[in-house]
């Protein structure tokens, strides 16, 4: 349960990185309610972090971490493709991808109490 905890938590950083980039485009309400948005994800997503790192089955400190802000960068580099039509490369896609086998690297070696 604490893997789900900390990819949504994961998912959560990208919004909030992408809602910092919407804010510099934005003016007014729309620069407000993206301020919002980027309160309540940065919020939930410290938690989330929190959260797999305690229980029953805690995820390590430095696993976690890494793991979380690989999803985040992953995330991030996903949305401004699509969202900010940020350029797509074939070292952009290699480099994502040795990322990608990182997190997963790191998820499968990890020890739990």
């Known amino acids: 349960m604490?893997?789900?905890?900390?990819?949504?938590?994961?998912?959560?950083?990208?919004?909030f990185a992408m809602s910092l980039g919407k804010m510099q485009h934005t003016l007014g309400k729309e620069m407000?309610?993206?301020l919002a948005v980027?309160?309540?994800?940065?919020?939930?997503?410290?938690f989330l972090l929190f959260k797999s790192m305690g229980g029953s089955h805690p995820i390590p400190t430095g696993t976690a971490y890494a793991v979380w802000a690989g999803i985040g960068a992953?995330?991030?580099?996903?949305l401004g493709i699509l969202v900010f039509k940020e350029p797509v490369t074939l070292w952009r896609?290699?480099?994502?991808?040795?990322?990608?086998?990182?997190?997963?690297g790191l998820q499968f070696t990890s020890t739990h109490d």
Do not use: K
């Not at 604490?2 to 990208?14: F, H, K, R, V």
């Not at 992953?74 to 996903?78: I, K, Q």
């Not at 896609?93 to 997963?104: E, G, H, K, P």
């Open 32 to 34: 407000w309610l993206w």
């Open 74 to 78: 992953v995330g991030t580099v996903v």
């Open 93 to 104: 896609i290699l480099f994502l991808s040795t990322l990608i086998i990182s997190i997963v």
């Open 2 to 15: 604490n893997w789900i905890i900390l990819i949504i938590g994961g998912l959560l950083e990208s919004i």
């Open 38 to 46: 980027f309160v309540v994800s940065v919020s939930l997503s410290m």
